[in-house]
């Protein structure tokens, strides 16, 4: 058996193989799959770096804000110190006052901020972008890089040299927006390869297949945000990761 995979049985809890039925389809599973871990405890910062004047650990949940004494000039992030997973997936729970700006930052670096040079946690690479006033949640947008690569409700691909190419569209913008909550949201990213699936609350926001071979990152650090902008709070819950 290949390391780390579970027979079909064991994971259906039946003590018979699993023969696929041409009735069968798709269903939903209760909790994950195998293999997610959990990267933040819910009681202290320990495995994660990034400025405390923004960022700390209230009620199980990593909480970053701004207040009219602190407003920023530029977006900073807290990062996981773990590693720079490759192909993996993530999940976590996330929640946004309605003027608030965050993402969650994957495959990124660390880069100098001009901005704000005393600012050690400005980060370039792929972003799920997440909002209060859902205009972007959902979105690829990579930091201080190629900027927008998939909107929401699209598939597109990354060549360089050009804007990202539109493959298809699967939905509205504003129709995938209603199914993002004013409350706790559920996010999961799914990273194999060039290929970077964006969902919320189990819907899918969107798709990029990036070809832009020169530019597209391969692995990197995990971070979230505060971006510039009015005073907002977000916090994150439940953060846990599957590598591959």
């Known amino acids: 058996m290949i390391a780390g995979l579970v ?3 064991a994971q259906q809890g039946s003590t018979e ?3 696929p039925k041409q ?3 798709p269903t939903p599973i209760d909790g ?9 405890n819910g009681r202290t910062l320990e495995g994660w770096r990034g400025d405390p004047t923004y960022w700390r650990v209230e009620n199980g949940s990593l909480v970053g804000e701004i207040t009219p004494e602190t407003v920023v000039k530029s977006n900073t992030f807290i990062i996981w110190q773990g590693g720079k997973p490759r192909d993996f997936e993530l999940k976590l729970d996330y929640r946004i006052t309605s003027a608030g700006n965050s993402g969650i930052n994957y495959r990124s670096v660390v880069v100098p901020d001009p901005v704000t040079p005393e600012n050690q946690f400005a980060m370039r690479g792929y972003q799920c972008d ?7 949640s959902g979105n690829n947008y990579e930091e201080k890089g190629r900027r927008f690569l998939a909107v929401r409700g699209q598939v597109s691909h990354v060549v ?5 190419i539109l493959l298809s ?4 913008s504003d129709a995938l927006a209603a199914y993002v909550a004013d409350d706790w949201n559920a996010v999961h990213l799914i990273v194999r390869g060039n290929t970077l699936t964006h969902m919320i609350n189990g819907r899918l926001m969107s798709v990029t297949i990036d070809d832009d071979i020169p530019n597209r990152p391969a692995d990197g650090l995990i971070g979230v945000q505060v971006h510039v902008g009015p005073p907002m709070k977000v916090e994150y ?4 990761l599957k590598e591959w």
């Open 32 to 40: 994950d799959e195998a293999g997610f871990k959990p990267i933040f």
């Open 160 to 164: 360089g040299g050009r804007p990202p």
């Open 237 to 240: 819950r439940k953060i846990r």
């Open 7 to 9: 027979p079909a049985f």
């Open 23 to 25: 009735s069968d389809r």
């Open 169 to 172: 569209t699967f939905d509205e």
């Open 17 to 19: 193989p699993y023969a």
């Open 130 to 136: 997440l909002d209060g006033a859902k205009r972007y």
